[in-house]
């Protein structure tokens, strides 16, 4: 707030931090323009904190027509891999097949533009499907390309697997292991080629008599700011922000329908092992797409995908998780599975462009710009999906340059994201010399390159200045002193940045109430909280964790006294 009281005058105002707001940003910083972020929320923290964790070309999007779609998902893809290997890697993938000609009109149903249900998908379509994903990448191929196996093959590499499988198909693609912290490292890196940029978190916008007033959600604070043009990146949230920031004004039809898609985290280390370090990419009865694969130790499964007549946080609920339980249940049907080993879930309102399709997965995953006209133009970004946030916000940063007579100075198809940079073929290597240089343990040297990447030396040397570089509990990783870090060089302003979103705390099933006292011991200290905004924080974050991630008060107090066993 302090460099907007000493300069309000920007170039482009950047609403919505999410993944499409922090890559638009990130590419008119790259082209040297003083760009301005605001997110109302913390940075990835809507559906951008709730994908699927795969960074894919989008295999099921070759029924639908989408064949542009796929190309330039498969290439953002490796472009991911190539650019932050520390957060983005190979995952292997297997379709199970129970037939072998069921579903060879499905692509021709999506070709008609018809929205309905398709029909299961048998080893033909699946092998035309796979061919044509290979064909796509064969100039630049990183990845292997797909095998078939039969039944008696496929069950001896996966024995739980359903009796029913015929065949199986193995491809890859790729996962994210913290789809939040690279959010977060592509903003440090655009205020490094940008330092006159601005990002803002917890803060919102609102049009002025002559420009934009921004609000500092947690003083009040309201400060003017000036631009030439706006990029209205709010997802899910895009036609209330249009009429929010064009004072009622926009399009007569919506732009967005969103869907909602739920995931869990299950630790369950029977599932994980007959997993085989792959994902399982399977059909449910009702026809609908569904993924499981081994995700920190854990295992991540999902999703669901239904409709939504109205935006607001979401969460998932317990016939979405009984729906997803049920699924597994399909294909490792001797696996026994119970809601109580579900650590955590989680739920986001997908942005996608407004369709009539009845069947949610023919809505496409596509994105595009919308301009509306006006004194301060707006460039409204429809769509759009993790993989291919680069891309889209390559395309919108191209509309605005063009249009306010700026020229593009530098690609960032082969930039380097964060931690990424200079990250080595072994994270062995870089863990052994972290190690040696700073006398840390090889189980410490590795947590920190996962989440960090080649960045870990500066969390090290920040670490190594405090004495309280200890594990905050007797069982995890992370200490007193890198929560200190997250505070003052990410932007975590609150117990749900640290735990939720910058660290795997969370979404790991390792967080407690013991925990979760003990960073706000930290956070408080850092943040100049007193005793009483200490225990509104706890109480806040406590709620939100059983509101929103299924985790309840009472497993957070059973967690801690678990861990005292253990220590005892």
């Given at each position: ?6 300069d ?5 105002i ?14 008119l ?16 923290s ?10 894919h ?26 650019n932050?290997p ?12 129970t ?7 499905n ?24 061919s ?21 093959e ?33 903003i ?18 609102l049009p002025?008599s ?12 309201r ?45 369950n280390?029977?599932l994980?092992?007959a997993l ?10 009702d026809?609908?797409i ?33 729906y997803?339980?049920?699924?597994l ?23 996608l ?30 769509g ?5 946030f ?15 007579g700026?020229r ?5 198809l ?7 940079a ?8 870089l ?11 090889p ?26 570089d200890?594990?905050?509990?007797g ?8 929560i200190?870090?997250?505070i ?18 969370a979404?790991?099933g ?16 850092e ?9 509104r ?15 309840s008060?009472?497993?957070l107090?059973?967690?801690?006294r ?7």
């Open positions: 707030m302090e460099r907007l009281r000493a309000a005058a920007f170039d482009v950047v609403v919505g931090g999410g993944i499409n707001g922090i890559g638009v940003f990130r590419e910083c790259l082209q040297g323009l003083r760009v301005l972020l605001v997110e109302r929320g913390d940075f990835c809507g559906c951008s904190a709730a994908p699927s964790r795969m960074i070309g989008g295999l099921r999007y070759l029924e639908n027509g989408e064949y542009g779609l796929v190309r330039e998902s498969l290439r953002e893809r490796d472009a991911l891999l190539a932050a520390h957060m983005v890697r190979p995952l292997p993938t297997t379709i199970p097949i037939s072998l000609l069921s579903g060879l009109m692509g021709a149903a999506g070709l008609l533009g018809l929205g309905s249900r398709p029909a299961p998908r048998g080893a033909l379509p699946v092998k035309l499907g796979l044509l994903y290979d064909w796509v990448t064969r100039h630049r191929r990183i990845l292997p390309r797909h095998t078939f196996r039969s039944a008696a496929t069950h001896r590499r996966w024995p739980k697997l359903t009796t029913a499988v015929r065949f199986s198909a193995t491809y890859h693609d790729a996962w994210i292991s913290y789809p939040e912290r690279l959010g977060i490292e592509l440090l890196d655009s205020l490094h080629l940008s330092p006159e940029s601005v990002s803002l978190n917890y803060a919102e916008i002025a002559t420009g934009f007033c921004v609000i500092d959600k947690q003083t009040g604070e400060l003017p700011v000036t631009a030439r043009a706006v990029v209205n990146a709010t997802g899910a949230w895009l036609d209330e922000a249009i009429a929010q920031l064009n004072r009622g004004g926009g399009p007569a039809a919506a732009l967005v329908s969103g869907t909602k898609g739920s995931h869990l985290i299950i630790d280390p029977r994980f092992d085989g370090g792959h994902m399982i990419f399977f059909e449910n009865s026809s609908r569904c993924i499981v694969f081994p995700y920190l130790g854990r295992v991540l499964a999902g999703a669901t995908d239904i409709r939504v007549k109205a935006v607001s946080r979401v969460r998932c609920e317990d016939e979405e998780r009984d997803i339980l049920e699924s249940r399909l294909v490792f049907p001797t696996i026994a599975l119970t809601t109580e080993e579900v650590v955590y879930s989680y739920s986001g309102i997908r942005p462009p407004k369709s009539d399709h009845d069947f949610t997965g023919r809505i496409s995953r596509g994105h595009f710009v919308h301009r509306i006209d006006g004194a301060l133009p707006q460039y409204c970004m429809v759009g999906k993790w993989t291919t680069r891309a889209f916000a390559e395309q919108t940063a191209d509309r605005v340059l063009t249009d306010i700026r593009r100075k530098a690609q960032s082969d930039l380097s994201i964060g931690g990424g200079e990250f080595p073929q072994s994270p062995a290597d863990e052994n010399r972290l190690a040696a240089r700073h006398g840390i343990t189980t410490r040297a590795a947590y920190l390159v996962d989440l960090y990447g080649t960045r870990s030396d500066e969390v090290l040397q920040f670490c190594s200045r405090r004495n309280d200890r594990p905050l509990d069982r995890c990783t992370t200490t007193a002193a890198e200190a870090f997250l003052r060089h990410e932007f975590a302003t609150g117990l749900g940045d640290l735990l939720l979103r910058r660290t795997p705390l979404i790991r390792e967080i407690s109430s013991q925990l979760i006292r003990q960073v706000a011991d930290v956070a408080a200290i943040l100049g909280w007193s005793g009483e905004e200490k225990d924080n706890i109480d806040d974050f406590i709620a939100e964790l059983g509101d929103y991630h299924g985790v008060e009472e497993t107090e059973q967690r801690t678990d861990r005292s066993l253990e220590c005892a």
